[in-house]
């Protein structure tokens, strides 16, 4: 099913056009009553790249996301003071 929508209307409702796209509805935005673009979903089955922190860019992507795997085995969990 085909809906074409003017750019207006597309302006004020673009994040529920998208959604429909993304289903697989054809969404067609019309400039002065004709039509001048259609939204469609490029890829949907690639997967989304993984995030990186902004001081560790330069490192690349994260190998392992949880490096932290339990509590540090030298923390005396009795003492209050840490330095």
């Not at 054809?26 to 979903?41: K, T």
């Not at 392992?64 to 795997?69: A, G, K, T, V």
């Amino acid at each position: 099913m085909s809906v074409q929508v003017n750019m207006a209307e597309a302006k004020a409702r673009f994040s529920e056009l998208l959604a429909r796209a993304e289903a697989g509805e054809d969404i067609v935005i019309a400039r002065a009553g004709r039509p001048d673009i259609q939204l469609s979903v490029l890829r949907a089955d690639l997967p989304r790249p993984r995030r990186v922190f902004g001081a560790l860019a330069h490192l690349g992507p994260l190998k392992d996301p949880f490096m932290f795997h339990g509590p540090d085995p030298e923390f005396d969990q009795d003492k209050q003071e840490l330095f």
